[in-house]
């Protein structure tokens, strides 16, 4: 099994690290795991060597950075073959109101990162998965690009386009046997919700997440919000009409603004 993960130094990628090493360590996995904190990275690929069957490389990078991730891949390709899963997980969310000036620095961060990010880490895999004649591209959106949440235009903004992007590449990949998965989630417990200070509902550990994420994977969903409950949520989002969305989330409670460069 061979799987390269941008966003795995914390949260959601790095328990897809683990899920994936219980999961398949009783044979021979080779895992990349990427995002800019070298230092985080390093500790989990410690923690992920006590496997013997594992084989870890770290790639400090920011998925801004398309050469880098060439790089990646290019190396990541050269020592292991062309990867089974690539998982697009790297992202940041901030709350951003488009009245403040200097929000608009966060806005720019916001769709480099999740949306050209997720580009940037398939595009240098797909000529290897083409010649393998298989492959997975996983990217990971959002519940909140089904609708424009307030206080978070840019992050709604950017995983609408994330879960746009992600159905184009899946049409697209069709012809060359590649799978392309989206995950919308939820709310899962990780560093980017820590910060919450509203409720969250459905809320979910992100030990379970990772293992249903990587049910989804394997069994090669298209799109999945993942908790369920949050799906149907989602359904219900999506077919309310723009004045009662109005209505409904008008007061809604606002993410916090954090300054991102
Ligand atoms: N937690 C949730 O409830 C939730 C819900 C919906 C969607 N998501 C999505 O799930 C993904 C993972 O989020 P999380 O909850 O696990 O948050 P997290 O713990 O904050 O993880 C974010 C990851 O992205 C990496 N990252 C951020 N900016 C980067 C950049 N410019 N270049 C490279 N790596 C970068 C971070 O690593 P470095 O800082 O070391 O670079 C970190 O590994 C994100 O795309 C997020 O939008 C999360």
Redesign the pocket.
């Known amino acids: 099994m061979k799987i390269f993960i941008?966003?795995?130094?914390?949260?959601?990628?790095e328990a897809l690290a683990f899920e994936y090493v219980k999961r398949h360590g009783s044979g021979k996995t080779f895992i990349g795991l990427s995002?800019?904190?070298s230092e985080?990275l390093q500790k989990i690929k410690q923690k992920l060597a006590s496997n013997d069957q594992v084989q870890c490389i770290t790639y400090p990078?920011?998925?801004?950075d398309h050469t880098a991730l060439t790089n990646a891949a290019n190396q990541f390709i050269a020592q292991f073959g062309a990867p089974d899963v690539v998982i697009a997980?790297?992202?940041?969310?901030s709350g951003t109101l488009t009245e403040h000036a200097e929000d608009t620095v966060a806005f720019q961060a916001i769709m480099d990162?999740?949306v050209i990010?997720l580009v940037n880490t398939f595009q240098p895999f797909i000529n290897a998965m083409r010649q393998a004649g298989q492959g997975q591209l996983v990217g990971?959106a959002?519940?909140?690009g089904v609708r424009g949440l307030p206080g978070a235009g840019a992050y709604s903004a950017s995983k609408a386009a994330a879960i746009a992007y992600l159905e184009s590449l899946r049409v697209e990949m069709q012809h060359h046997n590649i799978a392309v998965t989206t995950i919308a989630?939820?709310?899962?417990r990780?560093?980017?919700?820590d910060i919450n200070t509203y409720t969250m509902p459905f809320l979910m550990d992100v030990d379970i997440a990772a293992h249903k994420f990587v049910d989804a994977i394997e069994c090669k969903r298209r799109f999945v919000v993942i908790p369920w409950q949050m799906g149907w949520v989602a359904k219900l989002m999506r077919f309310i009409p723009p004045v009662l969305w109005d209505f409904l989330a008008k007061n809604a409670p606002h993410k916090k603004r954090i300054p991102l460069a």
């Not at 941008?6 to 990628?13: F, H, K, P, Q, V």
């Open positions: 941008t966003g795995a130094s914390s949260g959601i990628g995002a800019r904190r985080y990078l920011d998925v801004r997980c790297a992202g940041v969310s990162i999740n990010g990971i959002s519940v909140a989630p939820g709310y899962i990780t560093p980017m919700t």
